[in-house]
């Protein structure tokens, strides 16, 4: 089984603030990780490869920077990892990274399973993984929480619905979107760490992979970004007053005129 | 495409730094740059007065006229419409009206009860595909078949629900179609002058809201949030057509395929569709005391629900988890107890109608959405809210 990673490097907080004066994101001092959730997809691909051997490759499309996530990704445990970076890839949305991610698997060619996180912390869509799939014309599963069986190339999964959950067959080679719940992930081991530092990271650029301009960054991009602003708070809390008893009374009371209750 | 200033009419005046949403523009030896990262959205070009900023768009045909109508994906499960189906409606008959155009709705299931009412709630047309192999919400079919559906009718805007199904499949059918999808969005509107859909949605865990538009491509695709819109009054005289598609079974076969389902039964009262909702946080402490809020929950009649700690905890099973990675809900009463009220939870209950917060933190951000906020110990308070509730019923 070799299983390709999607990992994305995303800023360390969500906490982002806007600048009043500016009304621009405040971006100095905010450090980056790799995506809470891509950690698990991660840790899913070296327990496949534990179990049935073969490979983890990690990919991430990014600023030359994103390196640093994929010596992470090593020190988890994957073998190998690829920064897909050139500067045709800027203001990439789903479509188009999926498109960049999609080029470089099937660059790789031999893979059996791509795990990518339901979601990021910043853009925040969890449309990649489903885009990558249909890009490279094979089965998709999102919001898996546990791999029961892989055999005979195919694959059995759980996958969360807001019903409770389903149990799904899927035929491989395919993708699938991992939540927090389908594992604990290990903290890096020292040989990882060590291996991570020395770890050459080859760059495939737009034309290694050959993917056409009119395909990446913005002009392969059908979104744009029109503007940004703070959610605005719509209520002012009412703080009740007195004995917690007499505020406890007061609010059956405005609850009962409300009608609420 | 590429921004360009014009160093001879660029004077370093500044006035484009505060314009760009991005924070990427800096004054450089008397000449404005513009870093990394531009998504030549074009709000500072606006904002100089000296023409200084060329963006250069290479002549992309516009969308076509051919492309008309907004339609909307209504999710069903287990032969029942879902509540989403309704609110996009009521959203789709909106942005219709002012586009002057139909709306129209599509369903794939078997046998699915009340299409009528479909009608009833705004769309002028149904599209329906029905096939006993669409009773379990086949994806790869569903994906196929919804684009194959688009191709033919060329609507203008697509609005799907943000649900575990819409947000698994409706990006396939985006990228089948090769056009933008927005995620999950909380608000939309039609700038009349473009025709342009101006889709809002939550980012960076719901602190930072984005306004988001596809201009070149069609149709322009939306997720939307469930419960964030209202489900409209419906007129059963509305007149409209049921328009039955065929579906060949035999040209697709399905990769994936569904062995079976497993319900959470710890859920006695839905939670989507529950009117008064009890939630807890972090505050209880320890699984057990729950109980607690269950009990409150019965005198109420409501749905037991969480903040995500007491999930990771398995203090209760995720389908209970409110917030931007558990469900959105909108009951008419959310009473909060011992949640902070982090953005990520607000993002799954701010809309509820009266909100109630118990914490023992005055400066929780919690109370800054609460309707009603009571400062104390949820182990007293809560008994208390019980007691007066059911004594009030008696
Ligand atoms: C404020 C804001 C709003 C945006 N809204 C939209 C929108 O509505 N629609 C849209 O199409 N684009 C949108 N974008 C652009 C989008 O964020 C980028 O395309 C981004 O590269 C990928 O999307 P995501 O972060 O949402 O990833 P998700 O789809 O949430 O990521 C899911 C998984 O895909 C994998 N993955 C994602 N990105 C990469 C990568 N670069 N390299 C390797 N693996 C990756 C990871 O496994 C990740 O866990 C928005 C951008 C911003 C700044
Ligand atoms: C990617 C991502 C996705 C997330 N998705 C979600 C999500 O979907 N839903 C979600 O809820 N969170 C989500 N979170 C987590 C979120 O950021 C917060 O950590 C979480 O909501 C906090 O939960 P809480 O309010 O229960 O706990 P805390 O923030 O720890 O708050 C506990 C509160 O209880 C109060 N308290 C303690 N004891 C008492 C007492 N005896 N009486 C009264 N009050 C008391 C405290 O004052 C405190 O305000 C997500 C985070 C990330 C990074």
Known sequence: MNV????????????????????TLIREGVKSILNPFDVYALEEGVRIKEQHGGKVTAISMGPPQAEEALREAIAAGADEAILLSDGAFAGSD???????????????????????????????????????????????????????????????????????YEVIEMSLPGVITVVKEINVPRLPSLRGMAKARSAQIPIWTAQGLGVPMEKVGLLGSPTRVIGIFRPQRTRRGELLQGSLEQQVEELVDKLRQAKTV | MAIHIDPDKCNGCGLCIPACPFGLIEVVADKAQVGEGCTLCGAYQEACEYDAIIIEVEEKAAPSD???????????????????????????????????????????????????????????????????????????????????????????????????????????????????????????????????????????????????TCQTRRPQMATVRPHVFRKGVPDEKRRGEIIRVDFDREAVTS??????????????????DA??????GRGLGEAENFQLLAELADVLGAALASSRPPVDDGWIPYPHQIGQTGKTVCPKLYIACGISGAAQHLAGMQTSDVIVAINEDA????????????????????????????????
């Open chain 2, 255 to 272: 990769r994936t395929k569904l062995l079976h389902f497993v319900a959470d039964l710890s859920e006695r009262v839905k939670l989507e």
């Open chain 2, 66 to 212: 051919r492309f008309r109508g907004v339609w909307v994906f209504a999710e069903q499960r287990d032969g029942q419409l879902k509540s989403a189906a309704y609110e996009l409606l009521a959203k789709g008959r909106e942005l219709a009206n002012t586009l002057g155009t139909e709306l129209c709705a599509v369903c794939f299931g078997h046998d699915v009860a009340g299409l009528e009412e479909l009608i009833h709630y705004g769309a002028d047309k149904v599209y329906l595909a029905d096939d006993p192999v669409f009773a379990d919400c086949q994806e790869d079919l569903y994906a196929g078949r919804l684009a194959s559906l688009i191709s033919e009718h060329e609507p203008e805007i697509l609005l799907a629900p943000a649900t575990s199904l819409g947000r698994s499949f409706i990006p396939r059918v985006a990228a089948i179609l090769e056009t933008g999808l927005t995620a999950d969005c909380t608000a939309l509107e039609i700038d009349e002058k473009s025709r342009l859909l101006l889709q809002t949605r939550p980012t960076f865990g719901g602190n930072i809201m984005a306004t988001i």
């Open chain 2, 275 to 280: 009117d008064v909702i009890v939630a807890g």
């Open chain 1, 94 to 164: 789903t479509l188009a990274t999926s498109f960049v991610l999609a080029k470089a698997c099937t660059k790789i060619a031999d893979y059996d399973l791509i795990i990518c996180g339901r979601q990021t912390i910043d853009g925040d869509t969890g449309q990649v993984g489903p885009e990558l799939a249909e890009n490279l014309g094979i089965p998709f599963v999102a919001y898996v929480s546990k791999i029961e069986e892989i055999k005979d190339g195919r694959m059995r999964v759980r996958r969360m619905i807001e019903e409770g």
């Open chain 1, 4 to 23: 390709v990673v999607c990992i994305k490097q995303v800023p360390g907080t969500t906490e982002v603030e806007i600048d009043p004066k500016t009304n």
């Open chain 2, 363 to 394: 400066n929780a951000p919690i109370f800054e959405v609460a309707t009603y906020g009571i400062v104390g110990d949820l182990f007293q308070v809560v008994p208390l809210l019980t007691g007066k509730l059911r004594d009030a019923r008696l």
